[in-house]
């Protein structure tokens, strides 16, 4: 069975920063795409950034040049860094697994995480 778990998530103060890591017991992790997504209280779930297994990269403009998604494929782990973090930022933070190229679509994600909680205070 398949298990994405992701961690590093908290309660930082704006302006701060966070790294997320998730874990995948994915036997190919490195022909996965891994992707994290994000989901507030009374919103849908959003994209945040994807790599591909090739390590091609994509941001949400939300995120896009605070963030950086990287991935150890010798550890079968994805890590989302998160810098100058704003209220706005405020979610519930999942991993998603998918073969070959990230999207942006959730419904495409064949793996997800328990998520991470990601609390931003101004």
């Known amino acids: 069975q398949v298990q994405l778990v992701e961690s590093g998530g908290g309660l930082v103060q704006a302006g701060g920063s966070l790294r997320l890591s998730c874990a995948a017991s994915l036997r190919t992790f490195s022909q996965y795409a891994m992707g994290w997504f994000r989901q507030a209280p009374g919103k849908e779930r959003e994209f945040v950034a994807g790599?591909?297994?090739?390590?091609?990269?994509y941001y949400s403009d939300s995120v896009k040049g605070r963030s950086t998604i990287s991935r150890d494929n010798a550890k079968n782990t994805v890590y989302l860094q998160m810098n100058s973090l704003k209220p706005e930022d405020t979610a519930v933070y999942y991993c998603?697994?998918?073969?070959?190229?990230?999207?942006?679509?959730?419904?495409?994600?064949?793996?997800w995480g328990q998520g991470t909680q990601v609390t931003v205070s101004s």
């Open positions: 998603a697994a998918r073969p070959g190229v990230y999207v942006t679509n959730p419904n495409l994600y064949d793996y």
């Open positions: 790599i591909s297994s090739s390590r091609s990269t």
